[in-house]
């Protein structure tokens, strides 16, 4: 069988986030025997920033490579004519990702077309017969307020009638792509029961049409507290714009945050728990890991920006930006919990990673995440109880508690790995029908 995977996604910026994590997971653990009994083609973008073959272990794989164009914007009319450019380039650009046609023109004949990133585009009927697309939720659509405004919120919040039109149509336009989509692709596997739901709810998608395949966690042992990780370095605001300062982490109990600043993730919930045990006498640090998390800036989250502001205890409230896989497993190994405030999630794989390296987790307990964390985790609601079990785990002097969650977080995590997600997977993208 021949089979056309996009790996576009590892590309750009998605290659350090859930979709591309996934993707390099799903491939990297391909079972000799779908290594042996395919051919594969890698689609590539011609002015990709990364070079997404070094992530993968392509070793006894079948592949060439095939490229894709870049869509490439007409350049602005002047103001007077400013206003055709922008629909000539709507148009265009719905050719080129919505339909489809243009972004893959010349697609070379495929058994199957694989996607791994339901904002990459899909191919036609017409030009692979058969595609399986994996989809991951529909947060920016659910959680209206926090993402895509509808006219109605973006009039009650003081926006004209011009920019509410623009921002609801940026809404009709997430969900009619996803419509398109959906309907394109032969089969569907949704990577929780919830998202499942979500897309037969919201879009009217057949259940029938779509598989729900749970993701993984590597199968790794903790990394302990023995091991020593790169330097860690935090920027610092100076006269010359901010320059990173090393810091140390771990001289003292430490609450750990790895993840981006959505608002879905209710970071400020976290911080107003922090300020709380402080002010209780606790001395311990709060840090915050992940690609926007390099200083108070560049935080993509104006509210969690004036709580980091506006601590009292903001030299031990550490931003290290971006981490490598080494330094992450030891922020994990050594935390005294990692704290996951969300309110929605398609999947929660950050909870599993954790577990994986013995360490104590505490969430909100909502949508895909009580099938992930099951009962090996401490729930909490609002800042009130994050306090509340920080501080169970601070005064258990005999760490009773630690241990069990230890314990408990290994048998939750052991139930998920990425071997078995990639058979899965690869099961329903080389079936017949």
């Known amino acids: 069988m021949r089979i056309g995977i996009d790996l576009t996604p590892l590309q750009g910026g998605s290659r350090m986030r859930g979709i591309g994590y996934t993707l390099i997971n799903v491939i990297n653990n391909l079972d000799d025997t779908y290594k042996k009994n395919n051919e594969f083609v890698f689609f590539l973008e011609e002015t990709g920033k990364y070079d997404p073959l070094e992530l993968l272990k392509l070793e006894g794989v079948n592949y060439q490579t095939f490229t894709v164009p870049t869509f490439k914007r007409i350049p602005d009319a002047p103001s007077k004519l400013r206003i055709l450019t922008k629909v000539i380039n709507n148009i265009r650009g719905a050719q080129y990702k919505w339909i489809g046609s243009q972004r893959f023109k010349g697609i070379p004949k495929l058994d199957v077309f694989f996607q791994g990133d339901p904002g990459a585009g899909m191919p036609t009927r017409r030009q692979v017969k058969r595609s399986v697309l994996i989809i991951y939720d529909l947060i920016p659509y659910v959680m209206e307020s926090e993402y895509l405004w509808s006219y109605s919120t973006c009039r009650q919040r003081g926006l004209s009638r011009k920019a509410s039109f623009k921002r609801a149509f940026k809404r009709w336009a997430f969900k009619t792509q996803a419509n398109i989509y959906c309907k394109r692709a032969s089969r569907l596997i949704a990577i929780s029961k919830w998202t499942k739901d979500d897309y037969h709810h919201i879009l009217g998608t057949d259940t029938k049409k779509i598989d729900v395949v749970l993701l993984g966690v590597n199968d790794v042992e903790s990394k302990g507290k023995d091991t020593t990780p790169g330097p860690f370095t935090q920027e610092v605001k100076t006269d010359w714009g901010y320059l990173p300062k090393p810091v140390k982490v771990g001289d003292k109990p430490f609450l750990l945050f790895v993840g981006g600043a959505d608002p879905r993730r209710r970071l400020v919930d976290l911080i107003a728990a922090y300020n709380t045990l402080r002010s209780k006498g606790y001395d311990l640090q709060l840090v915050f890991a992940g690609d926007s998390m390099q200083n108070i800036d560049t935080v ?134």
């Open 300 to 433: 993509a989250n104006h509210e969690v920006q004036q709580y980091l502001k506006h601590s009292g205890y903001l030299d031990d409230i550490l931003l290290l930006g971006f981490i490598t896989d080494e330094q992450r497993d030891w922020l994990f190994a050594n935390a005294l919990a990692y704290v996951f405030p969300t309110v929605y999630e398609g999947f929660g794989l950050p909870i599993l990673e954790a577990m994986k390296q013995s360490c104590p987790v505490i969430t909100y307990m909502n949508t895909s995440i009580t099938d992930v964390a099951g009962d090996a985790v401490l729930k909490a609601k609002n800042s009130d109880d994050i306090f509340s079990q920080v501080k169970l785990l601070l005064d258990d002097t005999h760490h009773k508690e630690r241990n069990r969650l230890i314990k408990a977080g290994h048998e939750q995590a052991n139930k998920f790995n990425w071997k078995r997600t990639s058979d899965q997977m690869f099961k329903i993208i080389t079936q017949d029908n």
